[in-house]
Structure formats: C-alpha cells, structure tokens
C-alpha cells in the first residue's frame, strides 16, 4: 500500500470507528495485514515486533494455520446455534478447560470477553453465598464493563464512577514499593494478611468473594510472594468466601504454566478467562468453577446468560488453540523464555540508570522506570500522562522507530511477546529496547 493509500484508509476509518481508552486525535493506530509468529506487517509493508501480543491476547502469535482451519471448518459446518444447543466443538471445550485447569475446576460458564467473564463470576458468587460485598486489589484491571470496572482499582475505573456498592480495596503484592514500606518475607506478607483485617471489619458473613488477578498484568506485573495466594486461599477458607483468579491476561501459559495460580499451588473456586483461550482468533472467555460452586445450581436457577454463549466459532477457536498450546509445548517454552528474559531484564537494569525495578514471570515482564534509584521515585507520578519532550516520550518515540509494538503505561514498559517466540527474536526485541532506552536518555 502507498502512503497515500494509507492515508485514505486511516481516514476512512477514523470517520466511524472510534478507538478505545484515547481520545480520538491522539491516537496512533498501528495498521496491520497479517502476520507470522512474533511479527506482523503494517500496509507499508513494514514488520513489527509485536511485545505486546495484541493486547496481551495473542498467545500463539500470527498466522497460526490450526486455528484459523478449525474456525473455517466450523463455519462451514455450524456457525450459529442456540446458547443451549449441543454440539461437538461445545463438549470439547468444556472438557479441554477442565483438563488445563487445576484441582475440580470442572465447570464452565462461557461469555465473549473477560469483562463478561468477571460479571458473570461476580453474579455467581453473589448467588453462591447469598452475600453482597467483594474485595479487590487497588492497583488491578477486570474489564471496562461497569461490575468489571467497579472491580477495577486502577485509574481506567475513575471516569465512570461511581460504579457498583460493595467494593472493598486491598493492597497489592507490589514489592518493589511495598503499600506497608516492608521487605518480604520479614513483612509476614501483610498484602495477603491484611485482607483478613478488612473481612472482619466489615462483617466476613457480607462478604461473597474475593477477585485477584492471577498476577498483576497491565497495572504492573508484580510477580505476587511464594506465600501470597496460599495466605489468601486459607483466609477465603476460614469465612466462606470465594475465591476468584483473574487468569484473563496471565493464563494460557503467559507466566510460564497453564495459570499463575498454578506456580503457588492454589486452586480457586472460580477462574476467570479469556484472551489465550483462542490466543485472539475469536471472542470468547469462561469462568471455571469448582464441584462445590457448580453444584449449587444443581436446583437453583443459574441466573445468567447471553445471546453469544458458547458460540460455535468461538467453541472452536478455543479447542484448536489449546491443543496447540499442547501439542507445541508452549507452557514449558514459555518457562524456558521466561528465565532467558529475566537474565537480559536484569542486564538491562544494571545498565541503564533509569530502569529501577525489572521483574517478570515467564513472558509478562515490565521494566519500572525510576526519577531516583536510591528512592524509588517514580519517573512521573500515576495516571499523570506523558510529559511532551521527557525520558518517556523520546523512549516510545524510540521504539515506534524500530517498529517495536510494545505497551508502555506511565512508568511502566511491558514485556509479553507471543508464547511462540523462540529466544533470538525475543533478544532481537530486548536489543531494540536496549538501544531506545540509550537513544532516549542520551537525547537532550
Ligand atoms: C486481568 C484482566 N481481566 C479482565 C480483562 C478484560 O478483558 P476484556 O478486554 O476481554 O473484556 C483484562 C483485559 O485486559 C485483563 O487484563
């Protein structure tokens, strides 16, 4: 395509479609034709190292010919059914999730994108328990529906507040900036004991659930304490309260197992899921439930559904993608490229000044950038946009330049690439971030 092509196209577009979390004349939209593995191509012709996997969503990169195959197939096939219909590629999902998930995971409730997943799990905790209130993290991110929102503690939920009553905040297993100003593991994890202090205080017999993100994704990537998530587990466990991991962003093999929760040996009563699941070739995402959640609707009406639940499409997508995950070994690669980028994270840190915190568990890594490392003062304060002309601007002009598709967040640059990268490109990546992190901080 030619410029000018481009240039029509981008005009065509931005004339009806409006674009997500900016305003309209800001954004910059990267165009896309398609794609292989870790890279695709713009309409110029340029290839793009995509870091950040389409929003964290494509798991098993472009271009992956098995899935693509199984969603033509099931069009031909069936490609609209009613949300109760039986079919083939339904009964394999629901077995293919029980089989991925831990302990008696063994039940799915299926919806389109994580946002639902989180609303439905929080009807079904309130249906479960007959209890009203839920806890969630302050520095965490549920989806841009308003429950979701209402679950979200970050900056994204402020614009359409107030959303639903009954939310409590918890603090985050934000080590590197402890919310207590405490070392772990002489802190005792008071991130996770200090829940139980919230319970109490507000009555844990009003509470039905707790919503955790398995690990932290676009609000940080903390990589939670050994004790984090146990601690919890036994507190949901002395009140009757749910548990909920949030595995929309680290499950499907992104922090290097199937779930994070499965690095801690926890199992949730309900797990919410999405983007992996098809690794972005078709909407869909599940909420899985124990036996004991489950059984509750043996007899009592389970209030909640969609037009689009189940759809064969999206059924289908999501059994091709996790064979491929199974067949392809991605969980075991994704390890593997995990401990090869905290090695070139923590090289990255000892070599530029600016980097105070490089953290990351398989392949959902960010570099926190500091004004003071002795500090650890954040380069610029939260939710504050990017300053024009600063550190930050020059870095993701930087990295544009080197046709990096990477997110950055105020101080925060993530690192997710697709679970399909092998290491020389994934060092091909962190090679183009060393040399924008060196362009930006050497520029005036
Ligand atoms: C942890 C987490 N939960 C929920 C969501 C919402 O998912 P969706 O955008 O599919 O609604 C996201 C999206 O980024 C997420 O990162």
């Not at 989806?143 to 900056?155: I, Q, R």
């Amino acid at each position: 395509m030619t410029p000018s092509e481009q240039a029509a196209l981008e005009k065509r577009q931005r004339a009806h479609v409006m674009f997500t979390w900016s305003a309209q004349q800001s954004a910059r939209p990267v165009s896309i034709v398609g794609g292989q593995g870790a890279r695709f191509t713009d309409h110029a012709g340029d290839d793009w190292l995509d870091f950040e996997s389409q929003v964290f969503n494509a798991n098993l990169g472009h271009g992956e010919n098995r899935i693509t195959e199984a969603i033509a197939r099931q069009a031909r096939e069936l490609a609209c059914a009613h949300p109760a219909a039986m079919f083939e590629a339904k009964a394999a999902l629901g077995e293919a999730i029980a089989r991925v998930t831990p302990g008696d995971l063994n039940h799915v409730f299926l919806c389109l994108s994580g946002a639902e997943a989180n609303e439905n799990a929080y009807k079904i905790a309130r249906q479960v328990t007959g209890r009203q209130k839920v806890i969630a993290r302050r520095r965490s991110y549920h989806g841009a529906t308003m429950g979701a929102l209402s679950l979200t503690g970050d900056n994204r939920r402020w614009a359409t507040e107030p959303g639903l009553w009954g939310v409590l905040r918890a603090e985050d297993p934000y080590c590197y900036r402890c919310p207590f100003g405490l070392e772990h593991p002489a802190c005792g994890t008071r991130c996770a004991t200090h829940i139980e202090h919230i319970i109490q205080m507000e009555g844990p017999e009003s509470i039905a659930a707790i919503f955790l993100e398995g690990m932290t994704g676009t609000a940080g990537a903390f990589v939670p304490p050994p004790d984090y998530w146990p601690t919890v587990r036994a507190i949901c466990d002395r009140y009757g309260i749910l548990l909920v991991a949030d595995e929309v962003l680290s499950g499907f093999g992104r922090t290097g197992a199937w779930f994070a929760v499965d690095h801690f040996g926890v199992v949730p009563d309900m797990m919410v899921m999405a983007k992996g699941i098809t690794g972005g070739y078709a909407p869909l995402a599940a909420v899985a439930m124990r036996d004991h959640v489950a059984e509750h609707f043996a007899d009592s009406t389970l209030w909640c559904g969609l037009t689009g639940y189940a759809h064969p499409i999206s059924c289908a997508a999501g059994v091709a993608a996790i064979s491929v995950y199974e067949a392809d070994g991605l969980i075991a690669h994704t390890a593997k490229m995990g401990r090869h980028l905290a090695a070139r994270l923590a090289d990255l840190k000892a070599k530029h000044p600016i980097i105070g915190d490089a953290r990351n568990l398989g392949l959902l890594g960010a570099l926190d950038f500091v004004a003071d490392r002795e500090t650890r003062a954040p380069l610029i304060a939260y939710a504050a946009p990017t300053p024009p002309g600063s550190f930050l601007a020059r870095l993701d002009t930087e990295l544009r330049a080197r046709r990096m598709h990477i997110c950055r967040k105020w101080t925060q640059l993530f690192i997710a690439p697709p679970l399909v990268i092998d290491q020389a490109t994934l060092d091909e990546g962190l090679d183009h971030i060393d040399a924008a992190l060196t362009a930006a901080s050497g520029a005036a």
